[in-house]
């Protein structure tokens, strides 16, 4: 109910606004103790039942928040307070990049969706190396979600991805080579077999010399079955440690809010949950790979459906705008059912 009261000021606010002032609030809250107890209590749900392990890590609870929601690492110490168990900090690219010309973001609250054209914006990985290092919760596990400049070219995409796995290295429990996005001009080609042969090969190499830390990949749902077969071979082949299913669907179908002028750019909540749930389907139809569902969680029981085909882990994103921030311990309770 509280949430419902400011949902409808911030819904006023241009969505990129109304993203950064809730935090703000949040942060300030955080500031003092009893603000940290305060929402601790309000949105944290504490059990060694709802405790995941997976790739050698320990996860409070297998809720987490999805790359994108907080690009720069701005929020590494808050987000624990809010419920989650995990969360995935990015896309993170080498060097900054403002993304996308504004408008950029819009809500379609009839589809409980939003679409984007966000771009990779973020202020690179020099900035976010700074951000991560004043963590403070070492048992929240982040992820790192990492990408390409625009200006390179696919031909040179696993330099920057090399760029920034070395960079932010001992900063991350896990990374995330983001290939999927559909609002970086030909990213997505980068998931064909050939391409992606090209670019795991050095990122995991260079991985393995680091000392192997688990590296995932991130797929659209807008590839065809046989696509992502292929993708699965590559995957399997070059021991790459799991995946995230889905991105943002390009498909605009039967969307009530959907306007042409609001233009290019992916879809995520409500309108991709069927779409998401296919995909990890016919993953675990292939492979029993670790893998985080994501995509269309805008209830409890959407996490809960994520879970029963097989998901390990799952990231909210759409669902925490339109839910509030009640909605990782409401998905946690329903697990512990």
Same mark, same amino acid.
């Given at each position: 109910m509280i949430y419902d009261f400011i949902k409808s000021y911030l819904f006023r606010l241009e969505p990129e606004v109304?993203?950064?002032r809730v935090f703000q609030w949040i942060n300030k809250i955080a500031q003092s103790f009893l603000g940290q107890i305060i929402l601790k209590k309000l949105y944290c749900l504490e059990s060694n039942q709802l405790k995941k392990q997976v790739w050698g890590l320990t996860f409070k609870n297998p809720v987490g928040m999805a790359a994108g929601f907080d690009k720069n690492a701005e929020w590494i110490n808050l987000l624990p307070l809010l419920g989650l168990g995990f969360m995935e900090v990015g896309t993170v690219t080498p060097l900054p990049q403002e993304g996308?010309? /504004?408008p950029r973001l819009f809500r379609l609250p009839n589809d409980k969706a939003l679409l984007n054209r966000m771009g990779f914006n973020?202020?690179?990985m020099q900035v976010v190396k700074k951000n991560l290092q004043k963590r403070k919760y070492h048992d929240f596990v982040i992820g790192i979600n990492i990408g390409k400049n625009k200006l390179t070219p696919n031909e040179l995409a696993y330099q920057d991805y090399c760029k920034c796995l070395e960079y932010l290295y001992h900063e991350g429990d896990y990374f995330v080579m983001n290939i999927s996005s559909p609002n970086t001009p030909n990213l997505r080609d980068l998931q064909q /077999?050939?391409?992606?042969?090209?670019l795991i090969e050095p990122v995991q190499n260079l991985n393995k010399k680091l000392g192997k830390k688990p590296l995932l990949i991130k797929i659209a749902p807008d590839l065809s079955d046989t696509q992502l077969f292929d993708l699965l071979e590559v995957i399997k082949?070059?021991?790459?440690?799991?995946?995230i299913a889905t991105n943002t669907t390009i498909h605009k179908e039967h969307l009530q809010d959907y306007k042409p002028e609001m233009g290019d750019g992916g879809i995520s909540g409500k309108p991709l949950q069927n779409?998401?749930?296919?995909f990890i389907q016919q993953i675990r139809s292939y492979s029993n790979i670790p893998l985080i569902g994501v995509g269309g969680i805008i209830s409890p029981n959407d996490a809960k459906q994520k879970f029963l085909l097989k998901a390990d882990l799952v990231q909210i994103y759409t669902g925490f705008i339109y839910y509030g921030p009640s909605l990782p311990k409401k998905i946690c309770q329903e697990i512990l059912k």
């Open positions: 109304a993203h950064e996308n010309p /504004k973020n202020h690179g /077999k050939q391409n992606l042969k090209v082949d070059f021991q790459i440690d799991g995946l779409l998401a749930n296919h």
